[in-house]
């Protein structure tokens, strides 16, 4: 054994009680940090998840033209009167070489067509407001729908619809029963408004998570949509899903570079989650720096206080010829071993901690609330920032033992 591990270790086993409050403090810090970081973490996972769950990471839509001021009678502008542009205006006509490039883009993971508008849902007597969308076999890689229906099939076919619980719920649907969507469009120009209407069966009901979604929205085959909206061979929107979901804002940056489509990310649509879950960072690190500085300050303490006791033995080691080096090795060993240890329990208590918090937190249906993220990266990252501190807190008294001049140590240590 090396005479620095064997001196260490003799002063740790020395001074028990010391060393037993130190490595509690250590394990309780390192467990706390791994703990709470499972626990945003987790959280966020959650949150990200519900929020994603039915949203893509970027969405591209036509520039729209600005509004159209209309002028009163006397030729001045009446701002009141403030006339939109028209359905027609925000359809894309040439969106396939626009996703052409969105797919070919690098960082993105799968690209979708849609068609979009407002329609009127009527099974029976009853008849509700919808959210019609057209779309493409690759919306599912968008959102999953597929993953997230309760009964049925993801069938977009033909004449086949996939409608979300609460419309089903609402309208008396189950899967196989007819459902007609009607449309209205402005028509000629008298202004008047004609309907279309059509017919498709119930494929598959979904939930994704979010009540809206689930109540209004209608999904169908892109085709169908395109005739019932009036805008055939159009698309209102593109939709697209990154590898990377912090990086959707770069992305949408680019491909609204490179195909000339306004392109807004889910970090610019969900500000105030974005900003909720910054906050959350933001505690959790003033949390784990003050636990550190806890740490290291007791690490430090206790080692000064060895050094303080045991001068004259420093004293009497330097006279026989023990270096400078090696009694500087000696206590940033004692450090970085209180760290090591107290990581090895720190590690075991977090994860107690959260699996007791993942069966302890339930939701009404028995499942988790949200899930602790405990991962090996966690708790390698946990265990190598107690190794530092360890180390970086045995500096001050190991250089303090270093410095001792040895007659002066043995004659008033």
């Known amino acids: 054994m090396p005479f620095e591990l064997f001196v260490a270790l003799r002063y740790l086993k020395e001074a028990r009680f010391q060393t037993a409050l130190i490595l509690a403090a250590v394990t309780l810090g390192v467990g706390v940090v791994i703990f709470l970081s499972a626990l945003i973490n987790g959280l966020q996972a959650s949150l990200i998840a519900t929020t994603l769950g039915s949203q893509p990471h970027v969405i591209m839509t036509r520039l729209k033209s600005p509004p159209r001021y209309t002028p009163g009678d006397d030729g001045a502008v009446v701002l009141a009167l403030v006339a939109q542009p028209p359905q027609k205006e925000l359809v894309i006509n040439d969106w396939q070489a626009s996703l052409a490039t969105a797919r070919a883009t690098p960082a993105v993971e799968a690209a979708a067509v849609i068609a979009s508008g407002a329609a009127f849902a009527t099974h029976g007597i009853a008849n509700v407001a919808v959210a019609l969308r057209g779309i493409d076999a690759a919306y599912d890689q968008i959102v999953p729908v597929s993953k997230h229906l309760k009964s049925g099939r993801f069938n977009i076919q033909a004449d086949q619809a996939v409608v979300g619980v609460e419309l089903a719920r609402d309208l008396g649907l189950v899967?196989?029963?007819?459902?007609?969507?009607?449309?209205?469009?402005?028509?000629?120009?008298?202004?008047?408004?004609?309907?279309?209407?059509?017919?498709?069966?119930?494929?598959?009901?979904f939930d994704l998570g979010s009540r809206d979604v689930n109540r209004r929205w209608v999904l169908t085959?892109?085709?169908?949509?395109?005739?019932?909206?009036?805008?055939?061979?159009?698309?209102?929107?593109?939709?697209?899903?990154?590898?990377?979901?912090?990086?959707?804002?770069?992305?949408?940056?680019?491909?609204?570079?490179?195909?000339?489509?306004?392109?807004?990310s889910w970090l610019q649509i969900n500000k105030q989650l974005v900003s909720g879950l910054r906050s959350q960072d933001s505690s959790r690190y003033v949390i784990e720096f003050f636990v550190v500085i806890a740490v290291a300050l007791g690490i430090a303490s206790v080692l000064m206080v060895v050094v303080m006791q045991k001068s004259r033995e420093i004293g009497i080691m330097r006279a026989f010829g023990t270096s400078t080096g090696q009694t500087l090795r000696i206590f940033l060993l004692e450090g970085t071993m209180l760290g090591g240890l107290g990581a090895v329990g720190g590690v075991i208590l977090g994860a107690v901690l959260a699996e007791a918090f993942r069966h302890l937190s339930r939701n009404a249906d028995g499942g988790p609330t949200f899930p602790v993220a405990v991962t090996p990266g966690l708790l390698l990252g946990s265990s190598l920032l107690a190794l530092g501190v360890g180390l970086v807190a045995s500096v001050l008294p190991a250089r303090r033992a270093a410095l001792l001049d040895p007659a002066v140590a043995i004659r008033y240590g």
Request: proline share 1%.
């Open 175 to 205: 899967v196989g029963d007819k459902l007609r969507l009607t449309t209205t469009r402005q028509s000629g120009a008298t202004l008047s408004r004609a309907t279309q209407a059509s017919v498709f069966t119930i494929a598959g009901i």
């Open 221 to 264: 085959n892109l085709k169908a949509a395109q005739a019932l909206l009036d805008i055939p061979g159009g698309a209102t929107t593109l939709e697209v899903r990154v590898k990377e979901v912090f990086g959707a804002e770069r992305v949408a940056r680019r491909l609204a570079a490179s195909t000339g489509l306004t392109a807004d």
